[in-house]
């Protein structure tokens, strides 16, 4: 029984990863094109990479994966049904996810470590901890594939009205179900570090603030110093260079 679990464990993985053909059982010749997927994929390292081996797709040996992988994802029907990529998609995103993370899961701590090598001209940290927050869902400190694809398959295929919700949640810092014009404020702090000091034209210190006001002055209907998610999704949908900036996403994979 064990050895039974054991071998259906491999399969499940080799299934979702796409390395053996699923009528034949031998081995996939086809070559995935490198795109963009794989670059979203670099945003998530492995736990310990200085450690960790990563896993080959085309030479990989059955006890080494069995003992490297912590952390199983779902079966990869089941992530179809629960998210919007394709069977195919999955699998090429499981395959980057599984060679960047041998263990299944990354930290937080890694994961700005990642981020960081995206914005070298600035201090990353703070934002790539409020983003971690966003795909930790389950508050675990950690992030699986199953926290990936499906605040991807937010991001990149889910209506105007799943993503400006997905954005409220990263707004939202501590989770009362409104932002205040502090949380925007940290947000707001935060990508202007990343985005450092040397850009151009050249960002003032007080810009963070200055937009956090025009901001706030849009979105807080009421005037009662807090924005609901429906001031934030109405006044979203109202603002041509927000809904501009979503379609870029529509594409991607």
């Known amino acids: 029984m064990k050895t039974k679990n054991r071998d259906q464990s491999l399969s499940d993985s080799r299934e979702l990863d796409g390395s053996y053909d699923q009528l034949t059982g ?24 200085s450690t960790t081996p990563s ?23 089941k992530l179809q049904e629960q998210t919007k990529f394709t069977k195919k998609e999955l699998q090429v995103l499981y395959r980057g996810f599984k060679n960047e993370c041998p263990s299944g899961v990354v930290n ?18 703070m934002y790539a901890h409020f983003l971690f927050e ?12 199953e926290d990936f694809v499906f605040g991807l398959s937010i991001i990149l295929r889910g209506t105007v009205n799943d993503r400006l919700n997905w954005a409220f949640n990263l707004y939202d810092l501590n989770k009362d179900g409104c932002i205040t014009k502090e949380e925007m404020l940290d947000i707001m702090k935060s990508i202007y570090d ?9 960002m003032q210190d007080d810009a963070p603030r200055d937009h956090v006001e025009n901001f706030f002055q849009k979105m807080d209907q009421n005037k009662d110093g807090v924005v609901t998610i ?3 999704i109405d006044s979203c949908k109202k603002d041509e260079n927000i809904m501009q900036s979503m379609q870029l996403f529509d594409n991607v994979i």
Do not use: W
Request: aromatic residues 12%.
């Open 55 to 77: 896993i080959s797709q085309n030479s990989v040996e059955d006890d080494f994966e069995l003992s490297t992988v912590c952390h199983r994802p779902e079966s990869m029907d």
């Open 134 to 145: 966003a795909f930790d869902t389950n508050k675990n400190g950690s992030v699986s594939f």
């Open 26 to 49: 031998n081995p996939s010749t086809s070559q995935s094109k490198k795109t963009i997927k794989q670059r979203f994929l670099k945003l998530l390292p492995c736990c310990n990479p």
């Open 108 to 125: 937080e701590e890694n994961f700005k470590n990642i981020y960081s090598q995206f914005f070298p001209q600035g201090d990353s940290s």
């Open 194 to 202: 990343m985005m450092g000091k040397y850009t151009y034209p050249t």
């Open 230 to 232: 429906d001031e934030f």
